[in-house]
């Protein structure tokens, strides 16, 4: 190991030579920090302070960097040294911009950022240079699943961009949905009129494109290996009629964008709507009879012309009963609009009626209903309560939402408006239900697990089951907010009706989107960095095998599927799938996995680094885990805002909650901290978590702390948690004051004295 060089960096500009004593600080950086160099510099982010630092690194042989000045979330551009460990000590945003003005605060100011660099001091000498993931890869090809609209214009986009694209198609032909379709909902100007599908085009494009390989009547095998080293194995189907009928084809594949799309909810399941009807459609069953019309008078499936045709908008959906699907599908409104062009553009006397409660057609879609209106299409606010077979015909009981009144229709045809349900493979939840009963020997469990594994789209050779984990709806599970196309499998995006509910307009955005995230996850892999939202982090897990217990706690709680096990049972991380946010390191009970820049260690020693007040001071201190992503974020808008927070506590950033490992916690107290408080994302069914299971599992891990307390004559409250978003600066100044204000009423901590 080569020998390290520590130097501390100050910085005296935006205000803090005017409240800080920058020399005592340099003075505590030398002396109890043990920096080989410390220097201060009047505006260390401008050109001559960074060349400074540049000059030591180049003529000094520095190689580990603390950097004293502003947020670790402000001026990354200008302390970029990629060539050295780096920590920063936030004394801006941290410090001067959140302690009141005026001179009665000045000593528990100092004492604040006198803290702080003791802390990135003890971190800095705690760090190691992240040197990269040795088991990089040049593979960059791009597997598209699903060769529908979605799919079909991932795999343009990618191919037009440089990569090579494999497409993965169960049909015998490429389009999908589209293809069943007569015309579309306008997605270009004038928006008015029903519009050409233009999927014959963009499959004929897309099988004639150098880079792009098509693979039809086929389906995955097996998905085996991590972004960048990917194995698939392609089956086709043996009644295919090609020379290569039931042969399975691997490929090489550096990330995957599913775009299996989805089918519609089944009418039968609503029987109170006629479903099951002979004279009652979904939406599918009316582009079904366009298609045979090909622009002619659409007639029923028994011949008969239709001269009046209801429409049942939210047929299935938005249903608060939890019998049907509980959300709006988006396009179907749209959707019922142009249906209803198609019979008004065939024969304008046909009776065309769409019943609705919220007509939701955004954007351009005004325009569409406007020109509806004008061909004579009804739109009447109503609830349908049942449609009844009356003879050949259908009746309509509704309730006229506008005159509060029961009424009734006839048609020659219902259409009921019902849902799309993604086609997104195995739900984990029931999979691993049924695993456990078929390893107990059923053999009825084992046939249930055969039948599943039929279903699998992916069929994915990871230990947490064969597809992509999935909301309770179906939907391929994400962050929706900052990383809608990224799904809990490293690698593998989501796109298109999988992913959300959508029109084809909105698909093909999507599909789009989801294709630009595969490169960017292929290009990550080739340079052995994290994919995201770490996006460039070149550090990975590392474990000391001899000192695991094969708990199997790091493998269980990854929210990812990043971690496998041997034959013996002990882990075996896949750096490629890891998203780098450190659960596996907060589960393990005894501490031996880490990254290079981020463990046990360096947490544990900043916490320590902090000068503890005694007992009679009157001065709590308060230890914040604050989560990077938002609450950290809040908490550095609150000092853009001036908003200010009590100076007793001190923040710590975290990758996440879920790496908080419960020895710091512990740590702290024992050291005769008053009180520790976590800041995460939202947890639940709508969390804001960056990945996915953080805030809950430190929830829950936190949850057993209780006992420990105990044994230590601490009260339970000394131990909060809070769910903080990134908008909540003003909010978590609040958390702050009243939680130390709770601490003070309560009394110093009875481990005062004992750190």
């Not at 911009?97 to 705690?126: F, N």
């Not at 009981?397 to 009921?416: G, Q, R």
């Not at 690698?491 to 960017?520: F, N, S, W």
Request: with cysteine; net charge negative.
């Amino acid at each position: 190991m080569s020998e390290i060089k520590t130097a501390a960096y100050i910085c005296s500009g935006c205000g803090l030579g005017d409240k800080l004593d920058i020399p005592q600080l340099g003075k505590i950086a030398l002396k109890e920090g043990k920096m080989a160099l410390v220097r201060d510099h009047a505006f260390l982010c401008n050109s001559a302070g960074v060349q400074m630092i540049r000059d030591d690194i180049e003529k000094e042989g520095v190689t580990h960097v603390c950097i004293a000045a502003c947020s670790r979330r402000a001026k990354t551009e200008a302390f970029h040294f990629p060539t050295v460990a780096m920590t920063r000590a936030n004394l801006r945003e941290g410090v001067i911009w959140v302690v009141a003005e005026g001179s009665e605060h000045d000593e528990v100011r100092q004492e604040m950022a006198d803290d702080y660099v003791r802390m990135g001091c003890a971190e800095l000498k705690k760090v190691k240079l992240p040197q990269g993931n040795p088991n990089t890869t040049l593979q960059k090809r791009i597997l598209v699943v699903g060769g529908g609209m979605s799919g079909l214009t991932a795999a343009f986009e990618a191919a037009e961009t440089g990569y090579e694209v494999v497409i993965v198609e169960k049909q015998a032909q490429l389009g999908g949905w589209a293809n069943k379709l007569w015309k579309r909902v306008p997605f270009k100007a004038p928006y008015a009129e029903p519009q050409a599908t233009g999927v014959a085009e963009l499959a004929a494009k897309v099988s004639a494109h150098p880079r792009i390989r098509v693979h039809l009547n086929s389906t995955i095998a097996e998905t085996s290996g991590a972004p960048g080293r990917f194995t698939v194995k392609v089956a086709q189907e043996s009644g295919a009629v090609t020379e290569e009928s039931g042969a399975v084809t691997e490929e090489a594949i550096g990330a995957i964008v599913q775009a299996t799309g989805f089918t519609t909810y089944d009418i039968a399941k609503l029987p109170e709507l006629g479903g099951g009807q002979a004279n009652v459609v979904d939406q599918a069953g009316l582009e079904a009879l366009a298609q045979a019309a090909n622009g002619g008078v659409l007639k029923r499936a028994d011949g008969k012309e239709i001269k009046s045709v209801v429409f049942l908008q939210c047929a299935g959906q938005r249903d608060e009963t939890g019998k049907h699907l509980a959300y709006c599908s988006g396009h179907c409104c749209a959707t019922s609009i142009k249906q209803a062009m198609y019979f008004k553009d065939a024969n304008p006397d046909t009776d065309t009626v769409v019943m609705y409660t919220d007509l939701r057609v955004p954007g351009m879609g005004e325009d569409f209903y406007r020109s509806a209106q004008s061909k004579g299409v009804i739109f009447t606010k109503g609830k349908a309560s049942a449609v009844e077979a009356v003879g050949d015909s259908c009746k309509v009981n509704f309730k006229d939402l506008i005159l509060d009144e029961a009424t009734s229709l006839d048609a020659d045809l219902v259409v009921l408006a019902t849902g799309q349900v993604p086609s997104a493979g195995v739900n984990l939840d029931a999979w691993d239900k049924v695993v456990s009963e078929a390893d107990g020997g059923s053999e009825a469990a084992k046939q249930n697990k055969s039948e599943m594994q039929k279903t699998s789209i992916l069929n994915l050779a990871y230990r947490q089951g064969p597809d992509m984990p999935q909301f309770k709806y179906g939907f391929a599970d994400s962050h929706f907010i900052c990383f809608p196309y990224e799904t809990r499998r490293t690698g593998i995006y989501a796109a298109g009706p999988v992913r959300r509910p959508m029109d084809m307009l909105q698909a093909t955005e999507d599909a789009t989107g989801a294709a630009l995230k595969a490169i960017q996850a292929v290009e990550n892999a080739s340079l052995g960095r994290a994919a995201h939202p770490r996006t460039g982090d070149l550090s990975f897990p590392m474990v000391r095998l001899e000192g695991c217990t094969q708990c199997k706690r790091c493998t269980v709680e990854c929210p990812f599927g990043a971690i496998d096990e041997d034959e013996r049972r002990f882990p075996v991380f896949n750096e490629q799938r890891c998203r780098r946010c450190g659960t596996c390191m907060g589960a393990c009970p005894v501490r031996v996995i880490s990254f290079e820049n981020y463990s046990v260690d360096t947490v544990g020693s900043q916490l320590k680094a902090v000068e503890i007040p005694d007992e009679f001071s009157e001065k709590p201190r308060v230890l914040i885990l604050a989560c990077e992503n938002d609450a950290y974020p809040a908490l550095d808008m609150a000092g853009l805002s001036r908003t200010v927070y009590s100076a007793f506590v001190r923040i710590i950033p975290v990758r996440c909650l879920g790496s908080v490992n419960t020895i710091w916690i512990t740590d702290a107290l024992n050291s005769g901290y008053d009180g520790v408080m976590m800041m995460g994302c939202k947890k639940g069914d709508d969390y804001q978590c960056h990945f996915v299971k953080g805030s809950e599992l430190a929830s829950y891990r936190m949850s057993k702390i209780g006992d420990t307390l105990t044994q230590m004559g601490l009260e339970p409250e000394r131990v909060s948690s809070y769910e903080v978003a990134i908008t909540d600066n003003a909010r978590v100044a609040k958390f702050i004051n009243e939680y130390v204000e709770q601490l003070v009423n309560m009394g110093p901590s009875p481990m005062k004295g004992f750190g």
